[in-house]
């Protein structure tokens, strides 16, 4: 793969990763295998198919409860996958008599375009794998071993004149096709992105509370995609569209019990709270406007921050802070809320904005 270095550097250099400051170590290692393991021979790449039960944008249409991502709504597929293929990998290993690492998502390795190296699909313009069999809904892992294997032929390119993907972005998050700046895709917003969401994103955010599918729902290849076999992969119901009043109240310990085991776990409660309320204010409905009140008063100023914004949009913010409220962040979105056109206070402003 050529092209690998100089296209992850270019992304790199274009800031696309935002906050994502692992992303800028071990760039060697990610762009190429043989410096992460010198001893690679062959790389085995995998798909385990997580296609949704059904339409996966359905809950977008229910302001009243928080959609989340397909991938999120069931048990976490890193623990699922890597059980998996420890024991696959081992069982190849005794036979080969070869050495084997495994990996899935976390270690520096670039698993699309080796996916697509390997025959499993290539890469659409959103940048995500597609497969011809699977659609969109592939979560993909690889094995690496010393073992001298053949090689498959590579997936060619099938998205043609098609740009559905970079049309549906609720975000205009793509620099162009295959190019996505990660700052304004609601999935890096929503989950890896620590602070106050920039403010041009809150209301496109609608009610995505963790993640975002829609590029990769449009996508015409998803017309032979099959929900997932997998029984520990199948969604939870209590996780396919939860009303948004029953997450505004979750404490520390309620959020850690009701998403033990799952993806979600990894915002930790206040930066889900803070994308909660973001939907709360996008809802429209007042009678929501209570669970925003309550959260003036929260311990998080993240949440509190928040839930000035979500109140706002609703029209029903206080005439003041809170005496208490002493917090420069807070205290910037109570500015922005009374004057809409004024700059905000944050250092995060802008963090969203796409250079020239
Ligand atoms: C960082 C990361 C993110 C970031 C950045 C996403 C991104 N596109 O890079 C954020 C948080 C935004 C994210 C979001 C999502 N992610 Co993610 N993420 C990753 C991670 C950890 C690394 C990806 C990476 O290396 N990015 C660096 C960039 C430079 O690489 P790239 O995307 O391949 O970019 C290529 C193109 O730009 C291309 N290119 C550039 N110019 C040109 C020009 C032409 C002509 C061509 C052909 C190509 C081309 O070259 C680059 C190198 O191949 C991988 C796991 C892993 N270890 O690989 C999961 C992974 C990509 N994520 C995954 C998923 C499921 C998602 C979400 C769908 C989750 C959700 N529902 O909310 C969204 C999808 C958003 C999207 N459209 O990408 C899956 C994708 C599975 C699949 N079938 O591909 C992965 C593989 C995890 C897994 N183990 O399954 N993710
Ligand atoms: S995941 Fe959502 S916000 Fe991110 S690029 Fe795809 S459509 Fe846009
Ligand atoms: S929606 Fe169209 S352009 Fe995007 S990945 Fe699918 S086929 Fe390619």
Not at 181 to 200: K, N, V
Request: charged share 25%; glycine share 10%; net charge neutral.
């Amino acid at each position: 793969m050529p092209a690998l270095p100089e296209r992850l550097s270019a992304w790199l250099a274009a800031g696309h990763h935002g906050g994502m400051a692992w992303m800028e170590e071990r760039t060697g290692a990610r762009a190429d295998p043989a410096v992460l393991w010198p001893d690679v021979r062959s790389i085995v790449m995998l798909g385990v198919n997580c296609g949704p039960e059904g339409d996966p944008l359905a809950a977008l249409s229910d302001p009243l409860r928080g959609s989340i991502a397909v991938y999120a709504r069931r048990r976490d597929y890193h623990d699922v996958i890597k059980g998996k293929l420890k024991e696959l990998g081992g069982a190849f290993a005794a036979r080969a008599g070869a050495e084997i690492k495994v990996f899935v998502d976390t270690a520096p390795v670039m698993e699309k375009p080796l996916a697509a190296a390997a025959g499993l699909g290539w890469q659409g313009k959103h940048s995500v794998l597609v497969s011809r069999e699977f659609g969109n809904w592939l979560m993909l892992s690889a094995i690496y071993t010393t073992a001298d294997l053949p090689v498959d032929a590579p997936e060619g390119d099938r998205c043609g004149r098609c740009r559905r993907c970079l049309d549906a972005c609720p975000t205009d998050a793509f620099a162009g096709p295959y190019r996505l700046d990660a700052r304004r895709c609601l999935a890096y917003l929503t989950i890896e992105h620590a602070g106050p969401i920039p403010p041009e994103f809150r209301a496109p955010m609608g009610n995505r509370v963790f993640g975002c599918d829609d590029c990769l729902a449009v996508c015409p290849w998803n017309k032979f995609a099959a929900a997932t076999r997998e029984a520990r992969l199948m969604a939870r119901e209590d996780l396919s569209a939860p009303p948004l009043a029953e997450l505004a109240r979750l404490d520390d310990a309620a959020f850690r019990t009701r998403f033990a085991g799952t993806p979600i776990k990894r915002t930790g409660r206040d930066r889900f709270l803070r994308n909660v309320l973001i939907a709360i204010g996008n809802s429209g409905d007042e009678t929501l406007a209570g669970e925003a009140e309550r959260l003036l008063e929260d311990a998080s100023p993240l949440v509190r921050g928040m839930a000035v914004w979500a109140l706002a949009r609703l029209g029903r913010l206080p005439p003041a802070p809170p005496p208490g409220e002493q917090d420069l962040d807070v205290l910037a979105e109570w500015d922005l809320a009374k004057n809409p056109g004024a700059q905000r206070a944050s250092p995060l402003a802008g963090a969203g904005q796409r250079p020239a």
